[in-house]
């Protein structure tokens, strides 16, 4: 599986940072999900429950209160203004 | 003998009090430091990334058009004060406040209890949350985007190393277009740049007002162990002198009293 470096961060730090496979997220726009090679793009993230796909297959789930998704070329960043897992 | 000792022996006491208490004030700032250092950087890796991204947007044609990229001069301004809890901080919040003073138009909002005592306003430095950065930005915004203040800034400290810091304005909005960007062909804005840059604008004044009051306050814990260091100093000093002219004191008042008795014994 093709993996990319997701980070998350917030202002207590960075929550997050390594190698996933899958982000789903609610988007401004509707629900979406970005996997490696995603075309760059940036959205707002709405306050929702997010899904992280690990490289081994394990899924973590943890809640944004709203946010910025900036899917970069080789990198992925959340920035959420408050994040729990 | 007696008042002129006496009165030494009481203020060498008061002055060691005195040492006793910078000391336990360095030790404790010292203490913090450590602790306020993760902080500064974690909301500054934050800060930066937003910052990043908002200066990215903010220099895109269509972000034009935002009401938070409107210059309107300095007309209403409102700054945020971001000084101390507490004093004993060498010239920390003295500072901060002469900077305060070269605006005398503008409309405060403190920060920390010292800012507080003069600005009025009840936010904590030391224990100041990202929900009330949050609903704070929140504020600012809708009153910045409605035309009601023309300008934001922050007055914080800040942290040059453990031995100096210094008072500085930050201007946070309007958001002004930068010379350095990234390469923003072919990234894709959802739903599209100018509501991008609105729903971001908000975190990222927030994600600066908590950068700054982290910051400001890793200033003011290393103001105060540099001032309780020099403060610690100078009472060992000042103890050390006192000390001597006690010693001199007793021993001429011993001397006096011995040549009392000599001359009383008509030797």
């Known amino acids: 599986?093709?993996?990319?470096?997701?980070?998350?961060?917030?202002?207590?730090?960075?929550?997050?940072?390594?190698?996933?496979?899958?982000?789903?997220?609610?988007?401004?726009?509707?629900d979406l999900a970005v996997m490696a090679g995603h075309i760059p793009f940036i959205t707002a993230v709405k306050?929702?429950?997010?899904?992280?796909?690990?490289?081994?297959?394990?899924?973590?789930?943890?809640?944004?209160?709203?946010?910025l998704l900036n899917v970069a070329k080789d990198s992925v960043i959340l920035l959420s203004d408050c994040f729990n897992w | 003998m007696g008042v002129d000792t006496k009165k030494l022996r009481n203020r060498i006491k008061s002055v060691d009090?005195?040492?006793?208490?910078?000391?336990?004030?360095?030790?404790?700032?010292?203490?913090?430091?450590?602790?306020?250092?993760?902080?500064?950087?974690?909301?500054?890796?934050?800060?930066g990334?937003?910052?990043?991204?908002?200066?990215?947007?903010?220099n895109s044609k269509e972000c034009a058009k935002s009401p938070y990229m409107e210059q309107r001069g300095e007309g209403k301004t409102c700054i945020i004060v971001i000084a101390g809890d507490r004093g004993l901080a060498g010239g920390y919040n003295s500072n901060v406040f002469r900077l305060a003073k070269q605006y005398p138009d503008a409309e405060f909002i403190a920060v920390g209890k010292r800012a507080c005592?003069?600005?009025?306003?009840?936010?904590?430095a030391e224990y100041f949350s990202f929900e009330q950065a949050s609903a704070l930005s929140k504020k600012l915004c809708s009153e910045f985007s409605e035309g009601s203040i023309d300008r934001v800034g922050i007055i914080s400290t800040e942290y040059i190393s453990m031995m100096s810091q210094e008072a500085r304005i930050s201007w946070i909005l309007p958001l002004v277009r930068s010379e350095e960007t990234d390469?923003?062909?072919?990234?894709?804005?959802?739903?599209?740049?100018?509501?991008?840059?609105?729903?971001?604008?908000?975190?990222?004044?927030?994600?600066?007002?908590v950068a700054h009051v982290r910051e400001s306050f890793i200033s003011e814990v290393a103001a105060r162990r540099c001032a309780m260091d020099s403060a610690g100093k100078n009472a060992k000093q000042m103890?050390?002198?006192?000390?001597?002219?006690?010693?001199?004191?007793?021993?001429?008042a011993i001397t006096q009293e011995i040549t009392e008795i000599v001359a009383g014994s008509g030797m």
């Not at chain 1, 202002?11 to 496979?21: H, L, M, R, S, T």
């Not at chain 1, 306050?47 to 081994?56: A, F, G, N, P, R």
């Not at chain 2, 990234?187 to 975190?203: Q, R």
């Open chain 1, 1 to 30: 599986m093709n993996t990319f470096v997701l980070t998350i961060s917030s202002p207590d730090g960075n929550i997050f940072q390594g190698e996933a496979v899958k982000l789903s997220v609610r988007g401004i726009e509707g």
């Open chain 1, 47 to 67: 306050d929702c429950d997010c899904k992280i796909e690990l490289s081994d297959g394990t899924e973590k789930k943890g809640h944004t209160s709203g946010g």
């Open chain 2, 17 to 47: 009090s005195t040492l006793h208490l910078t000391t336990a004030m360095g030790l404790v700032a010292s203490s913090k430091i450590r602790k306020a250092m993760e902080a500064m950087l974690k909301s500054r890796e934050y800060a």
């Open chain 2, 49 to 58: 990334m937003i910052e990043k991204v908002v200066q990215n947007l903010a």
């Open chain 2, 117 to 124: 005592d003069i600005f009025g306003g009840e936010y904590n």
């Open chain 2, 183 to 209: 390469d923003m062909t072919g990234i894709i804005f959802e739903p599209d740049e100018l509501s991008v840059l609105n729903t971001a604008v908000p975190l990222y004044v927030a994600g600066m007002i």
């Open chain 2, 239 to 252: 103890i050390d002198d006192l000390q001597l002219a006690y010693n001199r004191a007793r021993q001429s």
